[in-house]
């Protein structure tokens, strides 16, 4: 094997460095063994070829944008013998598993799909049209059957049903309030909750926490004394009584705060002390920044092997905060506590104290404690039930500037479902999913993004983007737009800054393995949460729009290229694997598809404007 084969590419998802062999199709998150590799470019294109004809086509996994004719600038790295290796992986019968992935160090062999999958997407495949994927279908002859009937008598991505479908949509404009109602409907038969009754009831606000009866009910210090160690100070050694131990002092910790560390953990705890102190101004910061110190603070508790510093961390900032002489110092501390929360929670066997701990403090009226403390508590709350961020790598400094940010000034943009929804809570009480949304997605159509070529693809300005989000998180309506890229741009960029992805990791794989179901893909939608779930719909009746028939000659974007450029912000791979989240692309992408091509959306037809 040469060194050539090898080369660096930006994996668009996770936007991290995978290393791939374009021969063998070994993918890696680290560099070859042994083996030179072409780095990546700023502007890395990717060359791949169309499955249905051949054809080559090109994306740039900096921008996502994908064109069919080959750019006349950036640098071009042709992924089509990768992308045939990998289809021949996943195409093998004879072998119950695919060849080990490279890591590096060590390989780990990843399952292969079910045989009877893999030939049933490869029937799909050879049923489909000779026209390209990105291209409309012809009239079909045959009205569209219901899911029960199709299954039986025809695969999911036969281009007869996509033609039927696109034959009843040419009836109707394509900004009408009863756009699609009539073929989705017919298509669903079988899933009679989809479109009934009126639209979802917003989600009521949320309950005020009784933050005395949370302190009071939760654990004491003194039931984990056996996992605290025992500091001594002065002169004479002598013990400090673990009151004093739990409150604010000058000097650096004499050794960690947790009994059970390891060795090896025992001096990353003190060193993660004095960056606690940089951070709150006690000590010298040397030249750092304060979202350069948190985010080498949260690096030290990141690997899971770790997760016992997090207590560490968390019982530090406990003892920073309490009794601290200076209220604009300690909330310093808490502004860190909240930060730390963004990304990981304590272990289970420290999640009750800290509960407590931070009630405590919820109604204090020193500073800004009161409401940071409040922030603490739904970072905890949240953060306790979906864990750890994803990623192997430790957040980045835009990450954590971002968390820093979002503490005294709260954006629609980077956080999550549950708390955009409180954002809008007085302002638009009665909107089941975020107002920002509607407002973006209206913006498209209003500027005519149906006959705008690329839209979706093609980004807006990034200046326009930028202004455009600001504006959005004051609460003003857009004004001065005449390009409908930049709405667009700013639309995506939401979806992509969200803390979860829209559809929750826990029915990632059930989506995977329903993508070439439709029934079963649709009814997915109805175990989403409610806010999710109006989204969804939302979201799906917008796509349906601007994918209309009549609308293609001009945007040049079908269903298929609209669920390609939108199954990321529908869905995000949870695994770390390169190979499973390559594999995973196209069956993200049918998931979406199948979403667009026959849901029933018509109960979100009365939000377009």
């Known amino acids: 094997m040469s060194d050539s084969e090898w080369v660096q590419l930006l994996e668009p998802t996770k936007k991290r460095m995978v290393y791939a062999n374009i021969t063998t199709g070994e993918c890696s998150w680290n560099p070859p063994v042994g083996a030179t590799y072409q780095p990546a470019s700023d ?236 951070f709150m101004g006690d000590r010298g910061a040397r030249s750092k920044d304060a979202a350069q110190t948190a985010q080498d603070i949260v690096r030290i508790c990141w690997d899971e092997a770790d997760a016992k510093l997090r207590d560490e961390l968390f019982l530090q900032l406990c003892k920073q905060t309490n009794s601290h002489p200076k209220v604009m110092l300690c909330e310093k501390g808490w502004e860190l506590m909240v930060v730390a929360l963004s990304f990981f929670p304590p272990t289970h066997n420290f999640i009750g104290y800290l509960r407590g701990y931070i009630a405590r403090h919820a109604d204090s009226t020193a500073g800004d404690i009161a409401m940071l403390a409040q922030t603490a508590f739904k970072r905890l709350e949240r953060v306790s039930k979906t864990g750890r961020k994803q990623g192997a790598s430790s957040p980045s400094l835009d990450d954590i500037q971002s968390a820093i940010t979002r503490i005294r000034n709260p954006s629609v943009f980077g956080s999550s479902l549950e708390e955009v929804m409180e954002l809008q809570q007085a302002s638009h009480p009665d909107l089941p999913f975020p107002f920002v949304l509607q407002v973006l997605s209206n913006a498209v159509l209003h500027l005519e993004g149906t006959r705008t070529e690329g839209i979706f693809r093609v980004p807006g300005d990034i200046d326009g983007v930028n202004a455009l989000r600001l504006k959005m998180d004051r609460g003003e309506e857009p004004s001065g737009l005449s390009d409908p890229h930049v709405p667009a741009s700013t639309l995506k960029l939401w979806f992509r800054e969200l803390t979860e992805p829209l559809v929750p990791a826990e029915l990632y794989e059930h989506c995977i393995a329903s993508c070439y179901d439709t029934a079963a893909s649709v009814a997915t939608v109805d175990q989403l949460p409610p806010t999710n779930r109006a989204i969804v719909l939302f979201i799906v009746r917008f796509l349906q729009t601007i994918g209309q028939e009549e609308n293609q000659p001009y945007t040049k974007m079908t269903y298929d290229n609209l669920s390609m450029v939108w199954a990321p912000n529908f869905l995000r791979c949870p695994s770390e694997d390169p190979m499973v989240i390559f594999n995973n692309t196209k069956k993200e992408m049918n998931f979406v598809r199948q979403l667009v091509l026959h849901l029933d959306t018509q109960e979100a037809a009365p939000f377009f404007t």
Do not use: C
């Open 43 to 278: 502007d890395q294109w990717w060359e791949l070829r169309d499955p249905s004809t051949g054809k080559p086509y090109y994306f740039n996994a900096s921008t996502g944008i994908t064109v069919w004719g080959r750019p006349a600038s950036g640098h071009i790295v042709a992924l089509a013998k990768l992308q045939e290796a990998q289809q021949h992986l996943a195409s093998s019968p004879q072998k119950s598993q695919r060849p080990s992935v490279s890591t590096g160090s060590s390989a780990q062999p990843v399952q292969q799909q079910p045989v009877q999958q893999q030939q049933q997407y490869q029937e799909q495949q050879q049923q489909q049209a000779s026209a390209p994927v990105h291209t409309a279908p012809q009239p079909a002859q045959q009205p569209i059957a219901s899911p029960a009937q199709s299954a039986a008598q025809t695969p999911v991505n036969d281009p007869q049903r996509h033609a039927s479908l696109a034959q009843m949509l040419r009836r109707e404009p394509s900004t009408d309030q009863s756009l699609l109602s009539s073929p989705r409907s017919q298509s669903l038969s079988t899933t009679p909750t989809q479109g009934r009754g009126p639209p979802p009831a917003p989600p009521g606000p949320t309950p005020r926490v009784n933050f005395g009866e949370v302190h009071t009910g939760s654990p004491a210090l003194s039931d984990m004394k056996e996992k605290l160690s025992t500091h001594k100070k002065g002169l004479f050694r002598r013990k400090v009584s673990l009151h004093n131990m739990l409150a604010w002092d000058r000097d650096v910790i004499p050794r960690p705060m947790l009994l059970t560390l390891r060795k090896e953990q025992k001096k990353a705890a003190i060193d993660m002390f004095k960056l606690v102190q940089q």
